[in-house]
């Protein structure tokens, strides 16, 4: 069965520093890893998604993230965080027939 | 834009009362999700439906139904509703049933039964 660990609940840094969100995933297929964001009394929204092809993914507000396949990862990135980023942010991973499966979240705290 | 919207952004309820969630999608989706939300715990799925009266379990049914009789249209349905049934509840649809297929959320439920 597919799952994803997101290691690390809570996240903090100062504005303009580098963001990484970390997330391992288990899958014996090759996998569909996508990241959402969590803005505080919202629903999710997709930041980015891994399909196939190039392994460095681009999103939306100037996230990236990476697909390591040897070392079964989608870590999330930011050059520089904003305020506007702070917010909760899902990796997931989807299995072919149902729904996605998330990991537990991080928070991410952004300080002046 | 796919919209997703759900009935009631905050809902009170008491214990034993039967409650309705309502979600609603205009992309003409097939596929539609509930999931509840937890801190701590992330995304749980409940149940799904891949088409038109069919539906399946997810990971926590249990204290759950549901029912789909028009396509744009996902309700949740807790028949007697119980304090540890508090939480967020969040509905979603999607083009595709997993693989490259991105869901899209409604703004959520929060319930509270007390």
């Known amino acids: 069965a597919q799952s994803v660990t997101q290691l690390g609940s809570h996240v903090s840094v100062s504005e303009g520093a580098l963001v990484l969100l970390r997330c391992n995933y288990s899958?014996?297929?090759?996998?569909?890893l996508f990241w959402y964001v969590q803005y505080p009394n919202q629903g999710l929204q997709l930041l980015l998604k891994y399909t196939t092809g190039a392994t460095l993914v681009k999103g939306i507000n100037g996230f990236e993230a990476e697909f390591k396949k040897s070392e079964t990862s989608f870590h999330l990135t930011k050059p520089s965080a904003h305020m506007s980023d702070a917010a909760e942010y899902f990796c997931a991973v989807n299995q072919a027939g149902t729904a996605l499966i998330f990991g537990k979240g991080t928070t991410l705290s952004v300080s002046s | 834009d796919v919209k997703v919207t759900q009935s009631s952004r905050y809902l009170v309820k008491r214990t034993g009362e039967k409650v309705f969630l309502e979600c609603v999608q205009d992309?003409?989706?097939?596929?539609m999700f509930w999931y509840r939300q937890d801190p701590g715990l992330g995304l749980r799925l409940i149940y799904f439906?891949?088409?038109?009266?069919?539906?399946e379990k997810g990971d926590i049914p249990e204290g759950y139904s549901v029912s789909r009789e028009k396509k744009e249209r996902f309700s949740l349905i807790l028949e007697s509703a119980s304090t540890n049934q508090t939480s967020m509840y969040l509905c979603?649809?999607?083009?595709?049933?997993?693989?490259?297929?991105?869901?899209?959320f409604g703004p959520g439920t929060r319930l509270t039964v007390t």
């Open positions: 439906s891949y088409d038109v009266k069919m539906k």
């Open positions: 992309m003409d989706h097939e596929n």
């Open positions: 979603a649809s999607s083009s595709g049933l997993g693989g490259p297929y991105e869901q899209y």
């Open positions: 899958s014996s297929v090759p996998p569909y």
